[in-house]
């Protein structure tokens, strides 16, 4: 795992020592997602830039990569993992393609060599690459099939430049970090998610997951090499349940290959359990103990109190895993106070304002992790792939006409000023952006309206809600260089389970009760039956007074930046008002702490990066 950067100009080449110190400085911003080496290359008008995290071959694995093929010179900087690199490898020596390392970088750029673009579909893993051919003077972009490993870029002058984090880009000359109205109504209206092509800062782009982009002479170009296909599901329910199985199992031991030791998150719950009893029982055939870790927040046992999204702790349940797979198990534990101080660390992790406190104490967990792992494999995105969340079975939420984690519009504008809520129009935003991302959704001609519905939930869940755990864990993770890998996002699993049919995926007034089935085998009974349990928020009053003083200071000085956003006597009834404060603003269980955590986080980050509104 990595970190990316350069730049391209198709049509002059730049001043050496200029380009040299602006890709030096890239290097240097990023180096916290590979702390292990560096470097840089110059080739013609192209400036690449890589850190690396050394996982495999580690002596020979060196990036930018370069490959000469039929006289020309083909150069590469990426950041990921190929699952089927032994696959690929294979077939490209059946075409006569020889390799000097074992590491994956080099299949992936012969890949490209060989099959081009859009053979890329068939590439399983996660990974952002730049790849210049130097012949024809062309560079390409490409991001996995669903996003998990980020690249942004921005074009200047004719010149493209891109880098795997936003603060890359602010390295090149005449690249500052400005914000308009847009970026406006997505921090207020979608935040913390933002859509999948949006750097948020203006003229900042995202590659769209499962494209790529290509500049040249004859200018810029944006394509897919992967579509998310709605397709008939033939298979039974056993046959679904078998298949399932094999395609989980898979994914996971696909994803244990490394060339140093692994971990896993175990909460006890049932994601983790799955994906630490696979690595656990992979690892004992080589005579191996697995290790795991849990996460706690202090004094929890004093403060929490059961309620129908967190019925219960996770430490009884991960300590019976960990017995249970016999692993190494340690529970890591943060204070409230800690996790109010890395509000603003979080903001630097990803350049904006974040998911609050479950950013900033996952931040703090990866950070302990990375003292003695680089490799962790996570649970994340099993309930947005088999409908683990309310809104997938709820009636009153699977039928809203936005996005089903955000129905109450009120907390989107309960601190703003009134001026500002009427020159963004939020709620038409929100709705018009809802409408194309539902728009692009293909179903089946004969489908019932219920079916469209479970389909359209599932399709945004995936294109929205997913994409916002997935660039945090990557942020939280890199940030201390920790590599954190996400089995259940696998594009085969994803695509497969797509298309089942909801009746096979939830029963018996179960969620996920697809994946628990298919797992059945390899968990103890009181982890297959146990109830979503989200991850872990502190419940300590403390913390909510602390965030609530923070706030207060900011809004009684009228130099702060956020000032210009918020209306302060509407935050003052807000924070005093139990109802509008208990009110969910995103997903399940962030409410009025977490709104008030964000505008500090966006009042630090307006500071922080000097952002300039426009």
């Not at 930046?561 to 807000?574: C, G, H, S, T, Y």
Request: charged share 25%; with cysteine.
């Amino acid at each position: 795992m990595c970190s990316i950067a350069g730049f391209f100009n198709p049509n002059i080449i730049p001043d050496q020592e200029k380009s040299r110190r602006i890709l030096t400085a890239m290097n240097k911003c990023q180096c916290h997602r590979g702390p292990d080496e560096e470097d840089i290359i110059q080739a013609g008008g192209c400036g690449m830039a890589h850190t690396r995290l050394s996982i495999r071959d580690i002596s020979r694995g060196h990036q930018p990569m370069k490959i000469n093929k039929n006289g020309n010179n083909y150069y590469i900087v990426y950041n990921g993992e190929i699952y089927n690199h032994k696959e690929l490898k294979n077939k490209l020596t059946s075409r006569g393609y020889s390799f000097n390392t074992t590491c994956d970088t080099e299949v992936l750029l012969n890949t490209f060599i060989c099959f081009g673009p859009d053979y890329f579909e068939n590439v399983n893993g996660i990974f952002s690459c730049a790849i210049y051919d130097e012949s024809e003077k062309n560079v390409y972009l490409f991001k996995d099939h669903f996003g998990v490993k980020p690249l942004f870029y921005t074009i200047s002058k004719g010149t493209l430049i891109w880098g795997s984090e936003i603060k890359a880009l602010f390295c090149y000359p005449e690249i500052s970090p400005e914000i308009d109205d847009e970026s406006l109504r997505e921090l207020t209206g979608l935040g913390p998610a933002k859509l999948n092509y949006s750097g948020v800062f203006k003229n900042i782009h995202a590659v769209k997951p499962g494209h790529y982009i290509k500049y040249s002479k004859k200018g810029f170009l944006e394509a897919p090499f992967f579509t998310l296909k709605t397709r008939y599901h033939s298979d039974t329910y056993n046959e679904t349940v078998e298949h399932t199985g094999y395609l989980v199992k898979d994914a996971i031991l696909k994803q244990i290959v490394s060339d140093v030791p692994i971990c896993t998150f175990l909460s006890g719950g049932l994601d983790s359990s799955i994906v630490s009893a696979v690595c656990a029982d992979k690892l004992k055939e080589n005579g191996q103990q697995l290790s795991t870790f849990s996460f706690e927040f202090a004094e929890n046992d004093k403060y929490f109190k059961s309620n129908s999204f967190q019925p219960t702790l996770d430490k009884d349940y991960a300590a019976l895993m960990a017995v249970d797979l016999d692993t190494d198990h340690r529970i890591l534990t943060i204070t409230y106070e800690e996790t109010l101080n890395a509000l603003y660390e979080s903001v630097l992790s990803r350049d904006l304002p974040t998911m609050a406190d479950v950013d900033s104490s996952l931040l703090l967990f990866c950070r302990q992790v990375s003292k003695t792992h680089k490799v962790v494999l996570t649970g994340e995105c099993a309930d947005e792939v088999f409908g683990g969340y309310p809104w997938f079975y709820r009636p009153e939420l699977l039928n809203v006409d936005t996005f089903p984690w955000m129905t109450d519009m009120y907390s989107r504008t309960a601190l703003l000023k009134d001026s500002l809520i009427e020159k963004l129009d939020i709620k038409t935003y929100v709705k018009d952006t809802y409408n194309t991302i539902v728009n692009k959704i293909a179903v089946l001609p004969d489908e019932s309206a219920e079916a469209k519905s479970r389909r359209r939930i599932g399709y945004i869940n995936l294109y929205m809600f997913m994409a916002t755990l997935l660039e945090r864990m990557d942020r939280t993770s890199m940030w201390s260089g920790l590599e954190a890998r996400v089995p259940f996002a696998d594009h085969r699993l994803i695509e497969y389970i797509y298309n089942v049919p909801w009746e096979f995926k939830y029963r018996d007034d179960t969620e996920k009760h697809l994946l628990r089935t298919a797992c059945r085998d390899i968990l103890p009974e009181s982890i297959f039956k146990r109830k979503k349990s989200p991850y872990p928020k502190t419940y300590n009053p403390f913390y909510e007074k602390a965030l609530n003083a923070i706030f207060t200071d900011i809004i009684n000085t009228p130099s702060e930046p956020v000032n210009k956003l918020i209306d302060k006597e509407k935050a003052m009834r807000f924070m005093n008002s139990t109802m509008d404060y208990g009110r969910p603003w995103y997903g399940q269980l962030m409410a009025g702490p977490q709104l008030i955590a964000y505008y500090i986080q966006i009042n630090y980050w307006l500071k922080k990066y000097d952002v300039n509104i426009i």
